[in-house]
Structures are given as structure tokens and as C-alpha cells.
């Protein structure tokens, strides 16, 4: 873009807008998805399969401004400039009086980091960005011996297809409902990690091992994982704290229910959760409640509804004609009276792909992001799966337990962690 073109810009999806009010030191909202090789990252090479995947998501070519009404994103001739790691994970992308683009590729041995700024992308998105990436990174390094096999990528979606505002394309204003308050969650509280850190526990276990205990339960992996992620909470309660529930918000990736290619945020959330102080308490039973609220809200009726109401906030018209002061000042009222209404959060982003080609130098594929509660976050390759937990705080009790009882099935979970001691 020479400097006689016009800059670009377009307007937040509904899902980024309550991203940038809170926004803070302490929950970024910067999420971080990681490829891990079976070979040490070549920083040259990695430079060049930044740019060239840049080239292919030009809409991620964008820098955060603030209009008098919204946030919007412009256009940007900034470019991705590699580099090793060299802060904390999820640090910072968004700066108020800064300029810069809203992700950073890094890496660290054989990792390749992608950071990204939650009102920009989600991670579904991200990951189309992250396997592009690696594509050209391995296709550059291995030239020599993939060019019997040229591979090809599975995400061949349009500039104007990876750019549409989904949530625009979907919102049916005669549909809308509004919901009900949820009940307030148990709150998780201890001391916190200094310097706004988050401790970083990664669970790296067989797919083919947590599938089959799934199956043991007549479930999914998903609703297994969940029922345990409560039950490890319910067990570090205090006695007084029992008569909340524990509650997991749960992001979904709204392109399983709802035709889309788009690379921008997609994606809707539910909470699910049980009340032990009303239930007999068993994992089983624990299983049954959270797989029949699953059924009930995952359904393209039960998202609908939910995204019409936000997006039905967006589209009033003192909503649109208020200023920006005044609608950051709602933006953190609507967050903290969600907040409250969930323990902690669970995301599964499922099973990665890449062409068979390029699977021979591929280990595994993480995600985590920042928070100022509790969250876990899966995914899987090949038979490799990474179970992430991020939180601010000090103690390590609930993932320990977590793990603990994965052991204890039988389900063999190596550890790793970038724990912080206090201080």
C-alpha cells in the first residue's frame, strides 16, 4: 500500500467489541496457539513463512484505533518481524497509544509461537492462520524432500470469505429473546503470581487413551474433561463455599452450526456447571448433568438466540449513537456481571489437521490464554493431546487434582509447567 492509497478500515465484529474495555495487565485477553516440531526453529525460515502467510491473511494486517463511537480496525503496511521469545506468554498486544499489529509469531527451540489479540481473531480463526504459517515454514525447510509430494492446505477460503462479519450475516432481529440472569458461581480467590503473570500447566496425554475412557462413560472427551475439571474444583471448596454451584463457560465455535469461512471471530458461549450441595456428587452424575446441558444449549436454535441478543445490543440505536467513553463504561459493566456468573472456563479447540506430507515433522499443537480465573484449554494431533491450564494464581491445587484423577483412570499424562514461586 503506497502512501497515496487510502487506508482500509472496518468496524469490530460483535464478539471483539467487549475485548478492548477490559483489556488489562492482568487478563490481556491475548491468547497463545503453539506448533511444537520435531526440529529446532530456523528464525530466517520462519521470517519468511510469516510473510508469506501475512500475505495470504491480509486482514490480519490491521492495528486497533478508537473512533468517537467504536473501535475499528485499519489497515496497517506494518509487517510481522520474527523473533525468539523473549517475555512471558500472553503479554500484552493491544496498547491504547501504540500502533502495532495485533499478533506476534515468536519461537523457542522447536516451538512456533502465535500470539494473538483476542479482538481480532478468535482461535479458530488464529489456527488457520498458525497452520498456514507452518505450511510455508515446512515447505521451505523441506523443499528438497517434499517436492515429490507437493501438499496442499484445506483452508482455501476467499479474502472476502476469511473477512465476512459472520455475526452481521446471521442476526434475525424478530427472533430476539431475552435471556435470564444465571445464578451466581462459586468464585475461585488465593493469592495471586507478581507481575500480572499466569502459571502455565500443559497435561500432554494419548488421544486414543482419554477417547477410550470417554467411550468407558458413554460420552465425549469434551463433556469427560468438563465433569472432571468440576470435580477437582468442588474437591479445594471451602465448607461455606458449597452453596454455589460451580459453573464452566464454555466458548463454541459457532462455524459447526452455522455455514462460515470467516477468520474473524466466530464463536458463542455456554455455561455448564453443578451443584454439589443439591446433587449426590459422583462423577457419573456430575457426567449425566453436564452432557444433558450440552444437548440443550448446543443446538443452532439454543446459539441463535443468544447471539441475536448480543448482537441485537450492538444494532439499538442509543447503542449506536452513544460515545465511546460511555460505552467502554457498559462494556466492563456487562463483563463483570457475567463474570460472576462462572467458576471457570473450558475450551476445547478439537482436532488440528495438516496435509499427511507435513505430519512427519510435527509433534503437537497447545493452546492457552490469558485470564484472571481459571482455564483449560485442549486440542489435539494426531494421537498427541495437550490439556493447558492458565491462571493467575499461586496455587497449583486443582490442576493437581485434575491430573491426579486422569492418573488414577489410568490415563497415563505427562506434566510441564513454567511455574512461579512466590515472592
Not at 50 to 61: I, Y
Not at 113 to 123: I, P
Not at 148 to 158: C, F, L, N, T
Not at 274 to 287: A, C, K, N, S, W
Amino acid at each position: 500500500m503506497t502512501s497515496n492509497q487510502a487506508k482500509e478500515w472496518r468496524s469490530l465484529d460483535n464478539a471483539a467489541k467487549i475485548f478492548p474495555p477490559n483489556s488489562n495487565k492482568r487478563d490481556t485477553k491475548v491468547f497463545r496457539l503453539v506448533c511444537e516440531l520435531k526440529e529446532q526453529v530456523d528464525e530466517q525460515t520462519l521470517q519468511q513463512a510469516a510473510q508469506l502467510a501475512a500475505e495470504s491473511f491480509p486482514g490480519f494486517q490491521v492495528v486497533l484505533k478508537r473512533g468517537l463511537f467504536w473501535y475499528y480496525l485499519e489497515s496497517s503496511t506494518k509487517k510481522p518481524v520474527v523473533r525468539q521469545e523473549y517475555r512471558p506468554p500472553c503479554s500484552p498486544l493491544y496498547h491504547r497509544n501504540i500502533r502495532n499489529l495485533l499478533y506476534e509469531i515468536t519461537y523457542f527451540q522447536n516451538r512456533i509461537n502465535l500470539e494473538v489479540y483476542h479482538a481480532l481473531t478468535d482461535g479458530t480463526g488464529a489456527l488457520q492462520f498458525l497452520r498456514t504459517i507452518v505450511f510455508h515454514y515446512l515447505m521451505i525447510r523441506h523443499a528438497e524432500e517434499l517436492k515429490e509430494q507437493v501438499p496442499a492446505m484445506d483452508y482455501d477460503a476467499s479474502h472476502f470469505q476469511r473477512m465476512a462479519d459472520s455475526f452481521q450475516k446471521y442476526y434475525h432481529p424478530e427472533r430476539i429473546r431475552f435471556p435470564d440472569r444465571g445464578q451466581k458461581a462459586y468464585q475461585i480467590r488465593g493469592a495471586k503470581i507478581a507481575e500480572n503473570r499466569v502459571q502455565i500447566i500443559e497435561g500432554l496425554m494419548p488421544v486414543s487413551a482419554i477417547l477410550q475412557k470417554a467411550h468407558e462413560h458413554h460420552t465425549t472427551v469434551t463433556v469427560l474433561l468438563a465433569a472432571l475439571f468440576i470435580c477437582s474444583i468442588h474437591e479445594e471448596m471451602a465448607q461455606k463455599d458449597k452453596k454455589r454451584p460451580v459453573i464452566l463457560h464454555v466458548p463454541v465455535n459457532l462455524r459447526k452450526y452455522f455455514s462460515s469461512e470467516s477468520a474473524r471471530n466466530f464463536f458463542g458461549v455456554i455455561n455448564t456447571g453443578y451443584d454439589f450441595q443439591r446433587r449426590v456428587g459422583t462423577l457419573e452424575d456430575v457426567i449425566e448433568q453436564v452432557d444433558k446441558s450440552f444437548h440443550q444449549q448446543l443446538t443452532p436454535e439454543q446459539l441463535a438466540k443468544r447471539m441475536n441478543y448480543l448482537s441485537a445490543m450492538e444494532h439499538h440505536l442509543i447503542s449506536r449513537v452513544a460515545p465511546l467513553g460511555s460505552k467502554d463504561f457498559i462494556m466492563r459493566m456487562m463483563y463483570r456481571f457475567a463474570e460472576v456468573e462462572y467458576t471457570a472456563t473450558l475450551s476445547n479447540m478439537g482436532q488440528i489437521t495438516m496435509p499427511d506430507a507435513l505430519k512427519p515433522y510435527i509433534r503437537l499443537f497447545d493452546i492457552f490464554i490469558s485470564t484472571n480465573k481459571i482455564q483449560i484449554c485442549m486440542c489435539s494431533f494426531e494421537d498427541n493431546m495437550m490439556t493447558s491450564f492458565t491462571a493467575p494464581f499461586v496455587s497449583t491445587d486443582i490442576q493437581r487434582i485434575f491430573f491426579r484423577k486422569l492418573s488414577d483412570m489410568g490415563v497415563p499424562v505427562t506434566v510441564a509447567t513454567n511455574r512461579y514461586e512466590t515472592q
